[in-house]
C-alpha cells in the first residue's frame, strides 16, 4: 500500500488531455515539493515534473504538474502515442522522514 | 551532463550480502543527496535509502538494520550494503541523485536476483 494513491490507470484518444491524481497527506504533499516521474517499460524512471510545476529542460510543456492542499495532479494535454507509460508521484514525507511514492498510473492512448 | 552508472548487481543467495556502487559524473558530488529505490518485477517504485551532502542518513522500514548506504566523496561513488538478502528484496536498484530531498535524475539500474 502506497503512502500517495493515484489511480492504477488513465486513458484517453491522440489529441486528448489526461489528468492523473495524487493524493497524500500533510506530512508529505501538504507541505513538500511534489515530483513526477514517467517510465517506460524496461527502461529507468525519468523526471518529468518538480516543485509542484516546473519542467526539467528537455521535457514538453504538454505534461503540466499542479498541487492544491494534499493534493497534486499531472495533466497531459495533445496526448500522443509515444505517452503510454506508466506515471509516479512522489514527496518527502516529513513525519517518515523518507520518500514516498505513488502506486503508479498506467496511461494508455 | 548528469550520469549515474550503477554496479554490484548479479545471483545472490537467500541470507548472503551483496554491495551495490553507483559512479557518478557530471556534477559536483559533494552537494547533492544522494538516493537508492529499487523496483520489484512488475511493482512500483519504492524508496530505500538516502545520504545527504553532510552524510547523515534516512532509510525505508523495509531495510532499515539490513542495508546501509555510505558514499566517498572522493572517488564520486554511493555505495549500497545489502545483508540477510531475502528473496523479496530481487528486484531492480537504481541509484538517484537528490533534489529538494526528492529524487531528480536516475542512473539506469542494476538487476539483484536473490534465489538459491
Known amino acids: 500500500q502506497s503512502v500517495l494513491t493515484q489511480p492504477p490507470s488513465a486513458s484517453g484518444t491522440p489529441g486528448q488531455s489526461v489528468t492523473i491524481s495524487c493524493s497524500g497527506s500533510s506530512s508529505n504533499i501538504g507541505t513538500n515539493y511534489v515530483y513526477w516521474y514517467q517510465q517506460f517499460p524496461g527502461t529507468a524512471p525519468n523526471f518529468l515534473i518538480y516543485?509542484?510545476?516546473q519542467w526539467p529542460s528537455g521535457v514538453p510543456e504538454r505534461f503540466s504538474g499542479s498541487k492544491s492542499g494534499t493534493s497534486a495532479s499531472l495533466a497531459i494535454s495533445g496526448l500522443r502515442s509515444e505517452d503510454e507509460a506508466i506515471y509516479y508521484c512522489?514527496?518527502?514525507?516529513?513525519?517518515?522522514?523518507?520518500?514516498?511514492f505513488g502506486g503508479g498510473t498506467k496511461v494508455i492512448v | 551532463q548528469v550520469q549515474l552508472v550503477e554496479s554490484g548487481g548479479g545471483v545472490v543467495q537467500p541470507g548472503r550480502s551483496l554491495r551495490l556502487s553507483c559512479a557518478a559524473s557530471g556534477f559536483t558530488f559533494s552537494s547533492y543527496g544522494m538516493h537508492w529505490v529499487r523496483q520489484a518485477p512488475g511493482k512500483g517504485l519504492e524508496w530505500l535509502a538516502v545520504?545527504?551532502?553532510?552524510?547523515?542518513?534516512n532509510y525505508g522500514d523495509a531495510v532499515r538494520g539490513r542495508f546501509t548506504i555510505s558514499r566517498d566523496n572522493s572517488k564520486n561513488s554511493v555505495y549500497l550494503d545489502m545483508t540477510s538478502l531475502r528473496v523479496e528484496d530481487t528486484a531492480v536498484y537504481y541509484c538517484a541523485r537528490g533534489r529538494d530531498r526528492v529524487i531528480g535524475h536516475w542512473g539506469q539500474g542494476t538487476l539483484v536476483t536473490v534465489s538459491s
Open positions: 512522489a514527496a518527502w514525507d516529513d513525519t517518515l522522514n523518507a520518500v514516498v
Open positions: 516543485r509542484n510545476n
Open positions: 545520504i545527504w551532502f553532510n552524510e547523515n542518513e
